[in-house]
Every structure is written in C-alpha cells, then in structure tokens.
C-alpha cells in the first residue's frame, strides 16, 4: 500500500523563478538564432506564452504584502 504523505500544502505546479530563468535563457537563444528566423519566431511564442502564465500567476503587490502580515 502506497504511504499517505500528511502534508496538507501541494507542491505548485508552476515554479515562478525556475519560469522566469526560462523566459532569459529563451531570450538569449531569440539573440543567437536571430529574431527573424522560423526558430526565432518559435522561440519568441514560446517566450510570450510562459511571459503570460508568469503574469497569470504572480501575487498582485498588495497581495504580496498582505501575506507578509498574515502570521502576525
């Protein structure tokens, strides 16, 4: 039988900074391949596409800084 793991809290599915370190390295590949080329193009869409979950995702500021205070 499979042990039942107590903790409460999921893993994210989504990593913030693991996303945002992806959006530069595509960046960069978008530099080397160069910005007109058909892998350019995919590169960029793909970029755009994890720029937007990355939007989608992230706290809004007061968000932010409204659970800074949440264990007082």
């Known amino acids: 039988m499979a ?9 994210p599915f989504f990593n913030l900074p693991h996303a945002r370190w992806v959006v530069s390295v595509l960046n960069m590949l978008v530099a080397v391949v160069g910005r007109d ?4 193009l995919l590169l960029r869409q793909t970029r755009s596409e994890i720029e937007s979950i990355i939007r989608d995702e992230a706290p809004d500021a ?4 409204a659970a800074q205070y949440q264990n007082n």
């Open 37 to 40: 080329s058909l892998l350019g």
């Open 62 to 65: 007061a968000t932010a800084r």
């Open 3 to 11: 042990k039942v793991n107590g903790d409460s809290k999921a893993a």
